[in-house]
Structures are given as C-alpha cells and as structure tokens.
T-cell receptor, first 115, second 118 residues
Framework: DGGITQSPKYLFRKEGQNVTLSCEQN?????MYWYRQDPGQGLRLIYY???????QKGDIAEGYSVSREKKESFPLTVTSAQKNPTAFYLC??????????????FGPGTRLTVL | AQKVTQAQTEISVVEKEDVTLDCVYE???????LFWYKQPPSGELVFLIR??????QNEISGRYSWNFQKSTSSFNFTITASQVVDSAVYFC???????????????FGKGTKLSVIP
C-alpha cells in the first residue's frame, strides 16, 4: 500500500542529545514537509523540500536540521539547540502539479518527549 | 500574510445532533485553496476536503457538508447526525497558490476539538 511511514511512534530523549526522526513515503511525491504540533495548537511548518537535494526553512526551523538525499526519505534531526523539543511531529508529502501540490498526505506522527 | 481562525476551541454534542465547525480565513491572494483535516486520537491527519477559491459551490459527502462563502471569508464544516466516531480534532487550513518562494505551504488554524457524547 502507498503511504507515509514515520518512525519511531514514541521517542524519548535526554536533554542535550540530538535525535533523528524518520519519514519515508512510497507515493512518488516530490515535495515533503515537517510540522510540529503542540497541545491546543495548529501545525507549524519546520522545513520543507520540493525536490531532492533541496530544502527550505519553514516558520520554526531553529534547532532543527533536515536532509533530502532520496526522493522517498526526509529525515528530521532535532538538535540540542532546540529549546523546547517535546512535541508531536508530523511528516507530509504532496505530488506534482498545482492541484496535487496543495493536497498534503500525512504520516502517523512521532511523539517526542525530552526527559 | 495568510491566517486561519477557528474560534471554537472545543465543542461537545450529543450523538445524532448536527454540529457546525467554523473557519474564517485571511488572504491577499485571489487564488487559494482551503482544506479540512480530521485528527482522531491516534494523531494522524486525515484529509477531508479541498476547495479552490474559484469554486464556491457547497459540497456534501454523506453526513459531511461544507459551506464556502468568499464574501465572509468563511469555510464552515457541518456534520449531520453526529456519531461517536466523529470525535476528533478538526483543522481548517489555507494554501495560497504562490505562498513564499514557490512553495505550497499550508497555514493551519488551531483546531476545534469535537466530542460526541453517546
């Protein structure tokens, strides 16, 4: 089945550690996105990538880094510089063309807790 | 800058009641897209509908219906005869055609948590 997978589902990290969240899609989508969701808040864009080997900062990129070496994969690293990393992280992707670019499909999310 | 407001933070209804979730948006573009997503307790966002700014026809899909009014910049979502399985957080989102550096970023509202009581 086509879709987006994120792993792990739950992740615990000690303060001062970097951690990488995985996002893989087999939808053949060009664009991929990372969002952060805090309780009672909407989703906020961290980074996005429209094509392999290219990515752009979103609204809250500080303390995060990404890579896009393959079309299918868009891992997100939460660095120790991120002041308040505990949150729910959602990955999304969208297909080619204007109409399709605007329809984002979401993965199941990773809940990160910093201890 | 684009903005989406969902004024209702939480709504509770008794099963079989109808409920309307409000969404008001701001944009300077004439071409844009509006979306509704459902987020059940599992966390994954489920796409419900996309509407472009040139299509003001209301849409009905089963128990779901959407009312798009450009004059009031609103895109409201109604669930008829609500069921317990409708309990979730619902997000309205806006995408401008050319929102920043050729991207298609979604701007989300803060969501409305709907609880349907049996």
């Amino acid at each position: 089945d086509g879709g987006i997978t994120q792993s792990p589902k739950y992740l615990f990290r000690k303060e001062g550690q970097n951690v990488t969240l995985s996002c893989e899609q087999n939808l053949n989508h060009d664009a991929m996105y990372w969002y952060r969701q805090d309780p009672g808040q909407g989703l906020r864009l961290i980074y996005y990538s429209q094509i392999v080997n290219d990515f752009q900062k979103g609204d809250i990129a500080e303390g995060y880094s990404v890579s896009r070496e393959k079309k299918e994969s868009f891992p997100l690293t939460v660095t120790s510089a991120q002041k308040n990393p505990t949150a729910f992280y959602l990955c999304a992707s969208s297909g080619p063309g204007t109409e399709n670019r605007n329809e984002q499909f979401f993965g199941p999310g990773t809940r990160l807790t910093v201890l | 800058a684009q903005k989406v407001t969902q004024a209702q933070t939480e709504i509770s209804v008794v099963e079989k009641e109808d409920v309307t979730l409000d969404c008001v948006y701001e944009t300077r573009d004439t071409t844009y897209y509006l979306f509704w997503y459902k987020q059940p307790p599992s966390g994954e966002l489920v796409f419900l509908i996309r509407r472009n700014s040139f299509d003001e026809q209301n849409e009905i899909s089963g128990r779901y219906s959407w009312n798009f009014q450009k004059s009031t910049s609103s895109f409201n979502f109604t669930i008829t005869a609500s069921q317990v399985v409708d309990s979730a957080v619902y997000f309205c989102a806006l995408s401008e055609l050319y929102s920043g550096a050729g991207s298609y970023q979604l701007t989300f509202g803060k969501g409305t948590k709907l609880s349907v009581i049996p």
